[in-house]
């Protein structure tokens, strides 16, 4: 066991293994209560602080650990841990076991996915040890850090009743801001760099990054964004939350109540039975708040170099996106063993393009700094409606190095491979040449990860569409005629089973 002497929390015993030392379940703020505000821990004394078992999740629902191994189609040893209303929002760090506070090494900041309403920093695919041993035997050593942060109901609920109790939208995004001033102010005692975090999140959390890059004040220097964005994830008017919170309210019995009697209902009710009764379908997303999140955003405003959309063109220096080849699979169940495999295919490659692909290249062509690419084809090894596709997180299971015995020797290059690009990003190396300009015919490059089972299984493409990176131009020649925009509407309504009945669908396409 490492204990460390730190400047303003005091001792914290840590977990060593495999020349890496872990400091799990570290409470980075306090809640009064399950709606409130985050508030920043910025000192502790008294004794050694044990943090060598992980912290309690949030409240969410108890099979979301098993539904993510469902999707990975590969299951890891786990262990139950018990959830909590406010003490929820801890973080786990992993450092080199030689690391002296003086080393400041690059941050890897990870916001979990799971669609805003499942996930924990503590889920055995997150964990950290095996990420930062390979930093180390890269000589491209990293601290990296995992956050917890509210979901579902308690994280992006919002309503006018709440806002006019004093309860803001946006909590989950808010506790991760918390999160980051936590870093910035104490990763030093860990050997960590305050100035040089990477900000990395995955489907939901890859969503939260690009909120963040919404921000007037620098949060960190670099950004990447595997498989999500703010169109996969997106941010919805009060109007739209407020028929959520009528829902959430019908479901929980309070319909008839009064704003007091479900704002006390939300307080005290055991929070299981809280998220036991509310459905996922209903769990809300991002708020347009004026605040944490100033607006929508459209793909010409990201693709768009000159303009300030996001905020962080202006202040985050390198920014990497990427994708896998079916990442939209997870979207809403469908598999490829239905009827009428091709047509059901050929709707998820549709949505993959303009949820996934054309985000991520406009978001390239509009960075003011470095932009690096990515294509995730390497087919999932294991059995299951997606084995030998390339599905949505596994490219994070191939990054965290957590499955990797259960690879072939092929399958684990193309792990050290993915893996090895991320460190040289932390550590500011180009992993890569960068889209150059804009320019996605003339100035483009991405790397492709696999598929493993052809030479050489990681390799650059000069082009965006076609040949080795699997991906297509047709949503492109699509938007020429009918702007991404609406694409992205009308797709968003499809997977809500609205397309057919919805009166939005009577307004007129930009054409």
């Known amino acids: 066991m490492t204990i460390l002497l730190t400047q303003n929390l005091g001792k914290i015993r840590g977990r060593d293994s495999n020349k890496v030392t872990q400091f799990l379940g570290i409470k980075y703020a306090t809640l009064s209560d399950r709606l409130a505000d985050a508030q920043l821990i910025e000192t502790r004394d008294g004794e050694v602080l044990d943090a060598t078992k992980d912290g309690p999740t949030t409240l969410s629902p108890s099979f979301g650990c098993d539904l993510e191994l469902s999707i990975v189609q590969h299951t890891l040893p786990k262990k139950p841990l018990p959830q909590s209303d406010v003490d929820c929002l801890n973080l786990n760090i992993a450092t080199p076991s030689d690391t002296t506070t003086d080393a400041r090494l690059p941050v890897f900041v990870f916001i979990h996915g799971g669609g805003l309403f499942i996930g924990a920093n503590s889920w055995p695919q997150f964990d950290l040890e095996r990420l930062v041993a390979l930093s180390v035997s890269?000589?491209?050593?990293?601290?990296?850090?995992?956050?917890?942060?509210?979901?579902?109901?308690?994280?992006?609920?919002?309503?006018?009743?709440?806002?006019?109790?004093?309860?803001?939208?946006?909590?989950?995004?808010?506790?991760?801001?918390?999160?980051?001033?936590?870093?910035?102010?104490?990763?030093?005692?860990?050997?960590?760099?305050?100035?040089?975090?990477?900000?990395?999140?995955?489907?939901?959390?890859?969503?939260?990054?690009?909120?963040?890059?919404?921000?007037?004040?620098?949060?960190?220097?670099?950004?990447?964004?595997?498989?999500?964005?703010?169109?996969?994830?997106?941010?919805?008017?009060?109007?739209?939350?407020?028929?959520?919170?009528?829902?959430?309210?019908?479901?929980?019995?309070?319909?008839?109540?009064?704003?007091?009697?479900?704002?006390?209902?939300?307080?005290?009710?055991?929070?299981?039975?809280?998220?036991?009764?509310?459905?996922?379908?209903?769990?809300?997303?991002?708020?347009?708040?004026?605040?944490?999140?100033?607006?929508?955003?459209?793909?010409?405003?990201?693709?768009?170099?000159?303009?300030?959309?996001?905020?962080?063109?202006?202040?985050?220096?390198?920014?990497?996106?990427?994708?896998?080849?079916?990442?939209?699979?997870?979207?809403?169940?469908?598999?490829?063993?239905?009827?009428?495999?091709?047509?059901?295919?050929?709707?998820?490659?549709?949505?993959?393009?303009?949820?996934?692909?054309?985000?991520?290249?406009?978001?390239?062509?509009?960075?003011?700094?470095?932009?690096?690419?990515?294509?995730?084809?390497?087919?999932?090894?294991?059995?299951?409606?997606?084995?030998?596709?390339?599905?949505?997180?596994?490219?994070?299971?191939?990054?965290?190095?957590?499955?990797?015995?259960?690879?072939?020797p092929a399958q684990q290059k193309v792990s050290s491979a993915i893996a090895e690009d991320f460190f040289k990003f932390c550590h500011g190396i180009q992993p890569w040449p960068p889209v150059v300009g804009g320019d996605l015919e003339g100035g483009f490059t991405a790397r492709v990860y696999g598929p493993s089972s052809q030479e050489p299984a990681t390799q650059q493409v000069q082009r965006p569409f076609g040949g080795k990176s699997q991906r297509r131009f047709t949503i492109f020649d699509l938007g020429d005629k009918v702007s991404l925009d609406d694409l992205s509407r009308i797709a968003t309504m499809f997977t809500a089973g609205q397309y057919l009945n919805d009166r939005r669908c009577k307004q007129p396409l930009n054409t």
């Open 138 to 408: 890269n000589g491209l050593p990293i601290v990296a850090v995992s956050i917890n942060y509210r979901l579902g109901m308690f994280g992006f609920m919002t309503s006018e009743e709440l806002r006019n109790a004093g309860y803001k939208a946006n909590n989950g995004l808010r506790d991760q801001r918390v999160a980051l001033e936590w870093v910035r102010r104490h990763i030093g005692d860990f050997g960590g760099d305050p100035d040089n975090i990477t900000l990395a999140g995955m489907s939901a959390g890859a969503a939260s990054v690009a909120c963040h890059l919404e921000s007037e004040t620098p949060l960190f220097k670099r950004a990447i964004l595997m498989s999500g964005n703010r169109f996969f994830s997106p941010s919805l008017p009060y109007e739209s939350h407020e028929q959520s919170y009528k829902q959430a309210m019908a479901a929980l019995g309070l319909a008839g109540a009064s704003p007091e009697e479900r704002i006390e209902a939300l307080l005290k009710s055991p929070g299981e039975d809280l998220v036991a009764k509310v459905p996922p379908s209903i769990t809300p997303t991002f708020a347009v708040d004026g605040d944490l999140v100033p607006s929508a955003i459209t793909y010409s405003q990201l693709a768009d170099k000159t303009n300030h959309i996001p905020k962080g063109k202006d202040w985050c220096q390198d920014l990497m996106v990427g994708d896998a080849q079916i990442d939209i699979s997870v979207r809403y169940g469908i598999t490829q063993d239905l009827d009428d495999e091709d047509a059901f295919l050929a709707i998820l490659e549709f949505l993959n393009d303009v949820w996934m692909f054309a985000p991520s290249l406009a978001s390239a062509k509009g960075w003011k700094g470095r932009a690096f690419v990515y294509y995730f084809n390497e087919g999932n090894p294991w059995d299951g409606a997606w084995k030998g596709r390339a599905g949505h997180i596994l490219d994070l299971a191939y990054l965290f190095q957590n499955f990797r015995e259960f690879m072939s």
